[in-house]
């Protein structure tokens, strides 16, 4: 769709604005979803081991308590939560206690609204832009999840693979038997890694979240797209580690998340992998 000039402010605030508000979201679903999956795999193995549950505790789950400050638990007005604005107006710190509010709820905002403006600049206004939105709002919250819990919720994941597979129906980034085999394809492959991992050391290198989200990436980009995202991803992570290593931030035994790595890799390949492939071929025909 091809927006006039006199529509195109119109649908930018829209998109910046639209971003705002679901970076917001994002920002709330990365801190209470990994406390929510907690306190439900506490119950569960309570029941499973027969053991008294708790007392029930407050309401806590997506929509409720609304947005308050975590340490002194005071309810924020509806200026403090303004996107993007709020945190910039309270320069990062609780309006009632001080305390610092933590940066990355700022980031996500940022890193979201961008994205709503990358896939519309780059798809325009189309489903196959309105999909790459979603998908790339997914990488971020499950990135920022990752990177703090070490988890990859099937909440997110699995959403994320039918939601490819669902728009790879209609052909939106690449046809339904490359998407279906794109996701059985990187599932098999990681899933090979790693049981070939902990035959060799006796030790788990990735959990069964990165075999999910790699999938993802095949379900939505298809299989031909699957050596670059892994090829990005391990080398990304491999400088990521060798500079937090030398620099005595991570300890060679301290496990490092993949999917943060997994998510950058699937969005380059979302909106770059296709020209990054064709130069690669075409210099690789050059020195044949």
Not at 86 to 109: D, K, M, Q, T, V
Not at 110 to 127: E, I, Q, S
Not at 262 to 275: D, N, Q, R, Y
Request: aromatic residues 14%; charged residues 10%; glycine residues 10%.
């Amino acid at each position: 769709m091809i927006v006039s000039a006199h529509s195109s402010l119109p649908v930018a605030i829209f998109v910046i604005t639209g971003g705002a508000v679901i970076g917001s979201f994002l920002s709330m679903l990365v801190y209470r979803l990994p406390l929510i999956l907690k306190r439900h795999w506490e119950r569960d193995c309570r029941e499973a081991l027969g053991l008294p549950q708790p007392e029930p505790g407050p309401t806590f789950n997506l929509a409720w308590p609304g947005s308050h400050c975590p340490e002194c638990q005071t309810a924020l007005g509806l200026q403090d939560n303004i996107p993007l604005f709020g945190f910039l107006a309270l320069r990062g710190r609780c309006r009632h206690c001080h305390a610092r509010i933590p940066s990355r709820y700022f980031l996500i905002e940022v890193l979201t609204t961008l994205a709503a403006v990358a896939t519309v600049a780059h798809f325009g206004l189309t489903a196959r832009a309105g999909f790459a939105f979603l998908l790339t709002a997914g990488l971020i919250a499950l990135s920022f999840i990752d990177s703090k819990e070490q988890i990859l919720p099937d909440v997110i994941t699995l959403p994320l693979l039918w939601l490819g597979l669902l728009a790879n129906s209609a052909g939106l980034y690449t046809s339904l038997p490359s998407a279906v085999w794109g996701a059985a394809f990187a599932y098999l492959f990681l899933w090979l890694i790693f049981h070939a991992f902990r035959f060799a050391t006796g030790k788990e290198g990735m959990g069964y979240g990165d075999f999910k989200l790699f999938a993802v990436a095949g379900a939505w980009l298809g299989w031909q797209m699957l050596p670059l995202i892994i090829l990005l991803a391990s080398l990304t992570g491999a400088v990521y580690g060798i500079i937090l290593i030398v620099t005595g931030r991570l300890q060679r035994s301290t496990p490092m998340p993949f999917g943060p790595f997994l998510c950058w890799a699937t969005w380059i390949g979302l909106f770059f992998g296709w020209p990054i492939l064709a130069g690669y071929l075409h210099m690789a025909h050059g020195h044949l």
